[in-house]
């Protein structure tokens, strides 16, 4: 997962991270939270955004696919409007890419320009999308490589867990000799406890050894 902020100049850039299993990329699906998000929500979140997504993009494949066909909708024609994805804001026409609620029961789209004005583009707006706790889900065209191949993903799974195992006995190892060490240290401190008390070469106070006498 890579946290991003909403600025244009961070969302559309790609980047690569040693814990990441591929690169970012521009061409990747953003979901877009406005609060902190717990770790025990997120894969409910992520359901509601991969359901969304794919909601948009049949909206937005059907209403490309029409405008192809020369089916174009004209003043009057309801029944066509209604077919036609707009912004809750502004009411254009949206293109992709755009952003759609994962909250809201109807079709809900915002575009990006309405959708860089944050709160000031809300100002007059009184429908049930809520800004502060709805999350959006952005629409657009499905990169070629968004799905890799099962071999891929598992060589990729592989490699990110023969890296963690290879740490963590890099780790285990690094412990074991700092406990040796220590062990080492305090076999010593025992020792000099021993030899200043004259124990450590088989005497003590009451038992000063054999005694010598002259011959």
């Not at 209604?82 to 109807?106: A, G, R």
């Not at 060490?181 to 450590?200: A, D, F, P, Y």
Request: hydrophobic residues 30%.
């Amino acid at each position: 997962m890579v946290n991003l902020c909403e600025e244009a100049g961070c969302l559309d850039v790609s980047l690569s991270r040693e814990d990441l299993s591929r690169p970012h990329d521009t061409t990747h699906d953003l979901l877009k939270v406005r609060y902190p998000l717990f770790t025990r929500e997120q894969g409910k979140r992520q359901r509601l955004a991969k359901q969304a997504l794919a909601r948009s993009r049949d909206i937005m494949h059907e209403y490309e696919s029409s405008l192809k066909e020369g089916a174009m909708p004209t003043p009057g024609d309801e029944s066509a409007l209604t077919n036609v994805p707009s912004c809750i804001l502004c009411h254009k026409t949206v293109m992709q890419p755009c952003w759609f609620c994962t909250h809201c029961e109807d079709d809900v789209f915002i575009c990006m320009s309405c959708d860089h004005q944050n709160e000031v583009a809300f100002a007059n707006y009184h429908g049930h999308h809520d800004y502060h706790i709805h999350d959006l889900v952005r629409c657009q065209k499905a990169g070629e490589d968004d799905e890799l191949p099962v071999e891929e993903r598992l060589a990729n799974l592989e490699e990110k867990f023969t890296t963690k195992f290879t740490t963590q006995e890099a780790a285990i190892k690094d412990l074991q000799d700092a406990v040796h060490e220590r062990l080492g240290r305090v076999e010593q401190m025992i020792q000099l406890m021993l030899t200043s008390k004259g124990l450590g070469n088989g005497t003590s106070p009451n038992n000063p050894g054999p005694k010598r006498g002259r011959i």
